[in-house]
């Protein structure tokens, strides 16, 4: 269905005196009255101060605006409730006829008085919760704590110690011992994430933990606790800015690892053969098995997709 | 196929519809910031984001002033910018909220922005966030007033069966395409997203559903009138039965879960050939 409005139709003109209405967000009586909803009160905004919060009781701070005057049907309901009679309608003329009806000529009268006791003053000095953010915090990573992380699991620092671990030995050996150096690596990578995690909270987990539902627990343990620290793991010691979350919700989490950074220094410089062996395959799988210890919760961890057949790494957590 | 469907469909999950593909919900909880990055796009504040371009204010000065081709124009604009909001019915709907994970309700910004109802009151907290945006609703002060209430997946549900008790209309909100990021329960005149789609023709684009009515069930109670707010349903005082305009309709389903008698329902759009592809 197309649908049009009759071309060249006037609307009535609805101005608005500011000077007259000053804190609209306290008094708000044209829009409770306005049948069509023509009238909304918006927040003056600036694009510096866009992050901040604005008190509603100052003057100025937001504005009554009339943005769907297509609609208003010059009732003049809005003008009988104006205390501060801050509201004109104009009726333009439609086609030959001008119409000028009672209520058009309603509409142009001045209430007497109405302007000169301070109406907002009494309003004012009602309480309007603001809110107010309870500390200065962030809700990224804290910059340091990845640096931390970052210093120690550094994948060219990880490649180093592996092919010290696998020098000189023959192929079977190579795939074992690889196994059980990224395992032990793996779940070394995972406490200290766990634990530079805890120590530096921001404000995105505390969000999380604060969330109790009405039997009292925490119920968004899963998936979101255990995807910060698989974020903060990950952001550390891969190359991208952002991990590839492909599913989060109150089942299952999933994650791709493209261009796998560790991948690429393997086979550098241990070489193509052992890489594709994916034995650094361990290092993620004992890295979550730790994350999700850590959560107390039974999962099945899968890893559907490997960088040496896929190009990418992906792995998945379904709640049992 | 809508085509939001044809971009961010997967076959695999609910028979290739957009919002049934769990992958649009998913999304980092963190990102490292390149050294000097601010925030940008929505993450810089919504209204910001949000307010360029012409807006429907334009419109409107473009009919008074008989000028069609500049009407055309922003009307053009606004088509292709309102891609961002799907209308689903409760049966859907239930199926979303299995989907994302955190939910929140919120204030409803149009409500607040429209109507004289704002967080102070218990009954705004109507519409819900979805996914980890929600757990940084708190940058914007303004739109975090009154604070974000997380519920569990049978809450959510719950509350939206409560919501369309009340009579409320459910609109998917995209956040920067294909990431689904809102839930909400609008009705008319208060919601823009209704108003835009019934004054203008802009705004969310249709449901995968059209409602029709079983006469042999119907017996003329008029409950589902009451219910339509997209003028598409209507008492037919000739043989005294409901009567629904399948090209107004947006599929939300209200009319079937408020009628005692199941005389209405929903039929896939894509079955019926003249509105199969009738989107706005």
């Known amino acids: 269905m197309t649908y049009s409005l009759p071309m060249g139709r006037k609307f009535p003109k609805i101005t608005i005196d500011l000077t007259k209405c000053k804190v609209p967000f306290l008094c708000k009586k044209c829009l409770q009255a306005c049948p069509m909803a023509v009238f909304n009160v918006t927040r003056v905004m600036s694009k510096e101060k866009r992050l901040e919060e604005m008190d509603p009781r100052i003057d100025g701070n937001y504005v009554l605006r009339a943005p769907r005057r297509d609609k208003c049907t010059v009732c003049n309901l809005c003008l009988d409730v104006c205390p501060v009679d801050a509201i004109k309608i104009d009726i333009p003329k439609q086609g030959r006829q001008k119409v000028e009806t009672e209520s058009v000529k309603k509409s142009k009268q001045e209430k007497p008085g109405a302007v000169a006791q301070d109406y907002f003053a009494e309003l004012k000095k009602q309480p309007y919760p603001l809110f107010i953010a309870p500390k200065p915090y962030s809700f990224d990573l804290n910059e340091d704590m990845v640096q931390m992380v970052r210093k120690d699991f550094d994948p060219d620092k990880v490649t180093n110690a592996l092919s010290t671990a696998v020098k000189g030995k023959n192929k079977a050996e190579t795939q074992k011992a690889g196994e059980a150096f990224f395992k032990d690596m793996g779940e070394k990578w995972m406490r200290r994430t766990i634990q530079l995690g805890d120590e530096y909270y921001d404000r995105t987990i505390e969000m999380i933990l604060e969330a109790v539902d009405r039997q009292g627990k925490q119920f968004l343990v899963f998936p979101h606790v255990l995807q910060r620290y698989v974020e903060i793991a990950y952001l550390a010691t891969q190359d991208f800015l952002k991990v590839p979350v492909t599913l989060n919700n109150a089942n299952e989490l999933a994650y791709r690892i493209p261009k796998c950074a560790l991948y690429g220094r393997i086979q550098e410089k241990v070489g193509e053969d052992f890489a594709k062996l994916m034995t650094c395959k361990d290092y993620c799988r004992s890295a979550l098995a730790v994350a999700q210890k850590q959560i107390n919760m039974d999962l099945l961890i899968d890893q559907p997709a490997t960088t040496a057949k896929e190009g990418f790494c992906e792995f998945t957590m379904h709640k049992l | ?280």
């Open chain 2, 1 to 280: 196929m809508c085509n939001l469907c044809e971009q961010f469909g997967d076959p695999k999950h609910g028979n290739g519809l957009w919002y049934l593909n769990p992958t649009n919900y998913a999304r980092n909880m963190y990102k490292l910031r390149a050294p000097g990055e601010g925030f940008q796009g929505a993450e810089a504040g919504l209204e910001t984001g949000a307010r360029r371009g012409p807006s429907q204010m334009d419109l409107l000065n473009a009919i008074e002033n008989d000028d069609y081709t500049e009407y055309d124009r922003i009307r053009k604009i606004l088509l292709a910018g309102g891609q961002g909001s799907q209308v689903v019915p409760l049966k859907d709907a239930d199926e979303v909220l299995e989907l994302c994970s955190p939910i929140g309700l919120i204030a409803c910004i149009c409500r607040k922005d429209l109507r004289a109802i704002d967080e102070r009151n218990e009954l705004e907290y109507t519409c819900m966030g979805m996914g980890v945006g929600m757990l940084k609703w708190e940058r914007w002060p303004e739109r975090y007033k009154g604070g974000v209430k997380f519920v569990n997946v049978d809450e959510a549900k719950e509350w939206n069966h409560e919501m369309d008790r009340r009579g409320f209309v459910h609109i998917l909100m995209l956040f920067g395409a294909p990431y689904i990021g809102g839930f909400c329960q609008c009705d008319y005149p208060d919601c823009g997203a209704i108003r835009s789609a019934v004054d203008f023709g802009l705004g969310p684009i249709k449901g995968h559903y059209v409602a029709m009515v079983d006469y042999e069930k119907c017996n003329g109670c008029g409950i589902c009138a009451q219910r339509c707010q997209w003028g598409a349903l209507k008492f037919e005082v000739t043989n005294e039965k409901a009567n629904i305009d399948l090209f107004k309709c947006y599929g939300c389903g209200l009319c079937q879960t408020g009628c005692p008698r199941g005389a209405i329902n929903l039929l896939e759009r894509s079955s019926v050939p003249a509105v199969a592809e009738v989107w706005r």
